[in-house]
């Protein structure tokens, strides 16, 4: 036996799920496939600052995600705020203030009667075994966009149910079931939760970037990091398991799996899986994101009075933030590529990204923003180690149907990463519960 | 360079492929992961008869499967119809005959309006780019269990839906989109013929059983069908393409995969290939299907005047029929265990299994079916080089962002598979379908 527990991942999840078994005196090994630590949070310098291509925002209620960094000495600073957003619908670009958009009194009237709705009727759906819900078949029957066809009629209020789905899921309405939204939005606090910056998902970031918490983590456990590591094949006998890597074995008498559904469909296992854990892995698409920077002499949008925050249903980006760093005088824009517009710009050079994606904050914040120094991005879709972000999506009837295998231990082998989590699920807190829960889970096992 | 076409998986598709590939005077491979050819079809004595585990019917306008059949010296026989069906919804049994079940009248009005309205609609899709249909974001926007909450209202007609998507796609409606519903129906020829047994996809049997087919053309290539070889790796560069195995690599100048999206997504590509692409082999889930065969000393429901056919909303066997071979005294009921059914019973023992299709056959057709000679299944969602069938499905959203990689090379990599035929999607003949189109592809490629 090389340890009594390996992880296979080591992003947030497994990591601590590592740092936990080691803690309780255990041998643990982490298996990693990438070259680094963070999974999908990768922080990286641009011009004088560390930004974070990947996971960006901590916020309220996110306890452990909170309390971890601070042990680790990170600092937190706030999402910038300060402003008029824009709302750039068809060719229509408007400002606002606060969190509701600028839209007609109809459109308005309706969105607040939805979202009180949504906040109510989410808080309905179990945390921990949603499937048992008296709705739940019939939530997870139908897509959200059906939902909005059948109960939303406005053109704002579904444009603006439309660029949450994108904001918190990186996909189209489409592509995912009504009750696994409805158990998202609860599983972070609700709709206003996720979608907003101050008290909401956005309201804070980390000081030179939140890759530096897997990083900690990492060095902390030291050489039972692996890196370079892709697991192929994992054999499971009565008395332990074997992990293979394509030049290694290694063997534990328990693992932790800590990835994506998705990344779980690449391992070959013996013997087989159950079926219910196996179709699972077939089923849960990761989102459609590409996150991209530009870098400015200074965040000349602030002296015009836009706070950088953008909601658009344009082609390209859909979503944007100031994401410039207190201390440095330079500016930074974040712009989200999410959905279909990610698939569609997935297929260009990123030369033709960069272009419309300053063309696009040439349309929100007028032509100063041409004058771009730099343009960074990172492609969740086309990465291997991911295959897309922020997280694994449920199309409809996947939930009430395979929902159960998505925390129940297979034998030895047991499942961690944030799409296990029942606490801000999809997010860098749920990540943290889902490998603490794995841990308590192995920790307790004989 | 080991051949000039490595073709990948030894089902209809990719033999069919390779033979044509060889008839052309060029050098073939083909690789098969499993120690037999003929994919989802499977052929296996019991009792003093072959039965069919997998793919079982040809029918009228299969004109591919149909004439190699003939070429290949095999005979065909009718499917048994004579007698009454049965209908079971609920605890209520009743019967009737022709394909139209025995509902209230009420039922049987808006059935047929139903089926009308669907039969002329789904010939609206275009069988090949149905993305580009004005109706196609509407329709794929939706699950098939949504389309009948807001169309269809009477139990008996939704019950028949619901008996028709799980005879089809052996899945629930929800899992489905209402695109892809119409699209594959229009493949097969509409909602009756895929439906129906006389002038439909279950009209005729294969004397001897269907993998014969594949098991023909793999004898006449010969030692170029190399069995327990699975694909873990395919590597690309400009002059050509190399496939790994575990023990062996081969390399050809290009390659055809004839395998379902789910079983490319088990195989690594370098470079990446397109996000389409890969995002497509993350959608496309199997549906769920268990099917069993009952031997019996004689056909005795016959006797009692039944065919044998029945339709059942009940929570183990869904769609049952004759399976009798002529020349053979003993009588066989196959029945289809389909959909969340499927998953279910799947976590059982074959012996609960085989109580379980026995206790429905006695409710279907009295307790002499439950003097039974033997049991046979075949669970498609528990074997590791199928991963469920009939098919791959499309949720929604996929046909409308990701059709379109259905069939686009990659390259040097050509796509084949049932899954990418435009006429008989699904079905043995769309198999052959697809196999000759990647033959000519690459063919006709310099």
Same mark, same amino acid.
């Given at each position: 036996?090389?340890?009594?527990?390996?992880?296979?991942?080591?992003? /947030?999840?497994?990591?601590?799920?590592?740092?936990?078994?080691?803690?309780?005196?255990?041998?643990?090994?982490?298996?990693?496939?990438?070259?680094?630590?963070?999974?999908?949070?990768?922080?990286?310098?641009?011009?004088?600052?560390?930004?974070?291509?990947?996971?960006?925002?901590?916020?309220?209620?996110?306890?452990?995600?909170?309390?971890?960094?601070?042990?680790?000495?990170?600092?937190?600073?706030?999402?910038?705020?300060?402003?008029?957003?824009?709302?750039?619908?068809?060719?229509?670009?408007?400002?606002?203030?606060?969190?509701?958009?600028?839209?007609?009194?109809?459109?308005?009237?309706?969105?607040?009667?939805?979202?009180?709705?949504?906040?109510?009727?989410?808080?309905?759906?179990?945390?921990?075994? @949603?499937?048992?819900? @008296?709705?739940?078949?019939?939530?997870?029957?139908?897509?959200?966009?059906?939902?909005?066809?059948?109960?939303?009629?406005?053109?704002?209020?579904?444009?603006?149910?439309?660029?949450?789905?994108?904001?918190?899921?990186?996909?189209?309405?489409?592509?995912?079931?009504? /009750?696994?939204?409805?158990?998202?939005?609860?599983?972070?606090?609700?709709?206003?939760? /996720?979608?907003?910056?101050?008290?909401?998902?956005?309201?804070?970031?980390?000081?030179?970037?939140?890759?530096?918490?897997?990083?900690?983590?990492?060095?902390?456990?030291?050489?039972?990091?692996?890196?370079?590591?892709?697991?192929?094949?994992?054999?499971?006998?009565?008395?332990?398991?074997?992990?293979?890597?394509?030049?290694?074995?290694?063997?534990?008498?328990?693992?932790?799996?800590?990835?994506?559904?998705? /990344?779980?469909?690449?391992?070959?296992?013996?013997?087989?899986?159950?079926?219910?854990?196996?179709?699972?892995?077939?089923?849960?698409?990761?989102?459609?994101?590409?996150?991209?920077?530009?870098?400015?002499?200074?965040?000349?949008?602030?002296?015009?009075?836009?706070?950088?925050?953008?909601?658009?249903?344009?082609?390209?980006?859909?979503?944007?933030?100031?994401?410039?760093?207190?201390?440095?005088?330079?500016?930074?824009?974040?712009?989200?590529?999410?959905?279909?517009?990610?698939?569609?710009?997935?297929?260009?050079?990123?030369?033709?990204?960069?272009?419309?994606?300053?063309?696009?904050?040439?349309?929100?914040?007028?032509?100063?923003?041409?004058?771009?120094?730099?343009?960074?991005?990172?492609?969740?879709?086309?990465?291997?180690?991911?295959?897309?972000?922020?997280?694994?999506?449920?199309?409809?009837?996947?939930?009430?149907?395979?929902?159960?295998?998505?925390?129940?231990?297979?034998?030895?082998?047991?499942?961690?990463?944030?799409?296990?989590?029942?606490?801000?699920?999809?997010?860098?807190?749920?990540?943290?519960?889902?490998?603490?829960?794995?841990?308590?889970?192995?920790?307790?096992?004989?």
């Amino acid at each position: 036996m090389n340890a009594d527990v390996i992880v296979i991942g080591g992003g /947030l999840s497994g990591l601590n799920a590592a740092r936990l078994i080691h803690r309780a005196g255990k041998k643990v090994l982490v298996l990693e496939a990438r070259d680094r630590v963070g999974g999908r949070t990768l922080s990286k310098k641009f011009g004088n600052s560390v930004i974070d291509l990947g996971a960006q925002w901590v916020g309220p209620t996110q306890d452990r995600i909170l309390r971890l960094a601070e042990e680790q000495g990170l600092r937190t600073f706030p999402q910038h705020t300060g402003g008029r957003q824009i709302l750039a619908l068809g060719d229509k670009v408007s400002t606002y203030t606060g969190t509701i958009p600028s839209l007609p009194v109809h459109s308005l009237i309706e969105l607040h009667l939805r979202i009180t709705k949504i906040e109510k009727e989410c808080r309905r759906v179990p945390l921990e075994a @949603p499937w048992t819900f @008296p709705d739940a078949e019939k939530w997870d029957a139908m897509t959200v966009e059906s939902w909005k066809q059948n109960h939303v009629y406005t053109r704002g209020a579904r444009a603006s149910l439309d660029a949450a789905v994108h904001a918190i899921f990186a996909c189209e309405p489409s592509e995912i079931s009504f /009750l696994y939204f409805m158990h998202y939005l609860h599983s972070g606090g609700g709709l206003m939760r /996720l979608a907003d910056v101050k008290n909401g998902a956005q309201q804070d970031r980390i000081f030179g970037g939140t890759q530096q918490i897997s990083s900690r983590m990492a060095a902390d456990l030291g050489r039972r990091v692996i890196l370079s590591s892709p697991v192929l094949r994992v054999e499971q006998t009565s008395r332990g398991v074997t992990v293979y890597t394509r030049k290694t074995k290694y063997s534990a008498r328990r693992i932790i799996i800590a990835l994506s559904p998705t /990344l779980c469909s690449k391992i070959a296992f013996s013997p087989a899986l159950p079926v219910a854990r196996d179709q699972l892995h077939h089923r849960m698409p990761m989102g459609s994101v590409i996150k991209t920077f530009a870098l400015y002499d200074r965040p000349f949008w602030r002296e015009r009075g836009y706070s950088g925050e953008v909601v658009s249903d344009g082609t390209c980006v859909r979503l944007a933030f100031d994401a410039s760093i207190p201390g440095s005088m330079h500016g930074l824009l974040v712009g989200f590529i999410s959905g279909e517009n990610a698939r569609e710009w997935s297929d260009r050079t990123p030369r033709e990204r960069e272009a419309a994606v300053v063309s696009d904050f040439v349309r929100f914040f007028g032509e100063e923003a041409s004058d771009h120094r730099g343009y960074l991005e990172q492609n969740w879709i086309a990465e291997e180690f991911s295959r897309g972000c922020y997280a694994g999506l449920m199309p409809p009837s996947v939930m009430t149907s395979f929902g159960n295998a998505l925390r129940d231990p297979c034998g030895l082998i047991h499942w961690a990463g944030t799409e296990t989590a029942r606490h801000w699920n999809g997010y860098m807190e749920g990540a943290l519960e889902a490998g603490e829960r794995a841990a308590a889970e192995v920790l307790e096992a004989r």
